[in-house]
């Protein structure tokens, strides 16, 4: 713990991050109980800054949380009307028939979203309800009670020099002090990141599973928008190289939300996933799609894909983590949101009981207990084997009996049981000699861009004074273990640029960061750790 002085302010429960799970457990605590001091902390400039995902928005979790949400004006405006699944040849495709899929893959009552805005119309009604939210606060430090609990967090830390001395301008923070504290920062929170390593959380869980999902936003010609369509594709252009595929979303106002999923599990070091993502919009379906249209956003994000038999222990003294910080993705359908929310009504259902029972900082079992045996838990149950099955078996195995398990699970049972994930995504990555180096084609700067242009597009900016927000444990590892070893693939899976090896030096870029995170995941010595930079810095997502 800092030996800095602060103010401290208390709250009945202190929330980290202003996504769908952080609001909708602020909304819920107010609902349950409009006397409950709430505060939730935001790092991004403004609510839905820092907020990126597909989307195909599952209502159910509004449905439960806000029931009149369409009277309230909920910004859920376009539903799914088609869906499509393909899978794609370099220069053809094959159309997956809906029919034999498990209902739980139908996308019919869903919707196609900016989840940025619907996480700014969720903070309008948390206001409304009395919820103190502040966005441009990163929380840079937790607050440890004494008996080990943790007791609040630090935010608003700003003015620290590059080389971590306070400059003239410092400002300490506060210290926001909660009967409970919620972590809803979303994949790989650091935070989040600290707690479950202080307090074991992972202990007996298989390791945490991701992807990095890279999305752009285009306008495209309206002769060839098709409002409500919903297409997935699988296979080219990363055939054996690494699981992933792609998505495109027609919404409103003739456009389309494009992107592209790698799991991050892939063993060569000289794959590059955001060229993976270029060269795919080169495929026939996708070029006639998108020319003479304009591309007019970009951004990236980790994507937490380990499952149910990767979540952690949600609870420790004081602190709940909600959301993505647990992993709630269910991967086959692409969706979390849903979950996200549901999980932020339960975390706030088990605390307002707590509180009102004269609790605190006590672990919310009763919250644990609800996501795992409750719709969150039934939701991945079902497909807890389709991410390992991909792993292990490939694609084409993994669909057949990926399908069959998860319909299966619908009938109430396994063929397979739970199977494991085994290594982390770090530990996944082999040597550079075992394999042939992959060559790219150059972006044809029409449809297809170099990072640093496409960096542009999100909007992001940093402090260039600050202290770098992604930091070394050992500075000699990038030159004299990685680079022989690995051919340093921080210079290819950061979908920003921000990693480079020049005249045998390494340099981070940390200005082009986009917050996606999966430097702290991917990196195969584990030497790369990311922490928060000062509040409103990174991307300025508008409607992402």
Aim: charged share 20%; with cysteine; hydrophobic share 35%.
């Amino acid at each position: 713990m800092s030996q800095i002085e602060r103010e401290a302010m208390e709250y009945d429960v202190v929330i980290v991050g202003a996504g769908p799970a952080g609001l909708s457990a602020a909304i819920r605590l107010k609902q349950l109980d409009p006397g409950c001091d709430v505060v939730v902390l935001e790092k991004g400039s403004e609510v839905g800054a820092h907020i990126l995902s597909g989307a195909v928005l599952d209502p159910c979790g509004l449905d439960t949380l806000i029931p009149d949400w369409k009277e309230k004006g909920a910004p859920l405006n376009t539903p799914v009307k088609k869906d499509n699944f393909y899978m794609l040849g370099q220069g053809g495709m094959i159309r997956i028939p809906n029919f034999p899929m498990p209902p739980l893959m139908s996308n019919h009552g869903n919707y196609i979203v900016s989840m940025g805005n619907v996480c700014r119309w969720m903070a309008e009604q948390a206001e409304e309800l009395g919820v103190e939210i502040f966005p441009g606060m990163a929380c840079s430090e937790i607050v440890y009670g004494g008996n080990g609990e943790v007791k609040g967090i630090v935010a608003g830390e700003f003015g620290r020099n590059g080389d971590g001395t306070q400059g003239p301008n410092y400002e300490p923070g506060m210290e926001l002090h909660g009967k409970y504290v919620f972590l809803a920062e979303g994949v790989r929170g650091s935070l989040s990141k600290q707690v479950i390593a202080r307090y074991d959380l992972s202990a007996g869980r298989e390791p945490q599973k991701f992807g990095l999902g890279m999305k752009e936003i285009w306008e495209i010609d309206p002769s060839r928008h098709r409002e409500g369509t919903v297409t997935h594709t699988m296979g080219w252009p990363l055939g054996s190289n690494a699981g992933g595929g792609s998505f495109i979303y027609h919404l409103e106002k003739n456009q389309v939300f494009i992107g592209f999923v790698v799991h991050l599990n892939y063993r060569n070091p000289h794959l590059f996933p955001y060229m993976e993502f270029q060269r795919f919009k080169h495929h026939p379906m996708v070029a006639e799609l998108l020319m003479g249209g304009r591309r007019v956003a970009y951004g990236a994000r980790a994507i937490s894909e380990g499952g149910y038999q990767s979540m952690p222990k949600m609870v420790a003294p004081g602190v709940a983590l909600l959301g993505c910080s647990v992993g709630m993705v269910n991967v086959p359908r692409i969706k979390g949101n849903h979950n996200a929310m549901l999980s932020g009504k339960a975390a706030a259902e088990a605390a307002h009981e707590a509180i009102k029972s004269g609790r605190e900082g006590d672990e919310l079992g009763a919250y644990e207990l609800e996501v795992r045996e409750g719709s969150i838990g039934r939701d991945l149950g079902k497909v807890r084997n389709v991410k390992p099955m991909w792993s292990k078996l490939g694609l084409s195995a993994s669909l057949a009996l990926g399908g069959l398990d998860m319909w299966t699970n619908t009938l109430g049972f396994s063929l397979f049981g739970t199977m494991k994930h085994g290594k982390t995504d770090a530990e996944a990555t082999e040597e550079a000699a075992a394999h042939k180096p992959l060559e790219y084609p150059k972006p044809d700067g029409i449809i297809s861009f170099d990072r640093l242009t496409n960096v542009s597009y999100s909007m992001t900016n940093h402090e260039e004074s600050q202290p770098g927000h992604l930091t070394l444990k050992d500075k000699s590892i990038p030159i004299g273990v990685n680079l022989p070893k690995y051919s340093e693939p921080a210079q290819r899976y950061c979908p920003a640029g921000v990693y480079e090896v020049v005249d045998d030096e390494f340099i981070i870029n940390f200005q082009n960061c986009v917050h996606c995170k999966t430097c702290d995941i991917k990196d195969p010595s584990q030497n790369i750790t990311w922490v928060t930079p000062q509040g409103g810095d990174g991307p300025n997502y508008p409607n992402m």
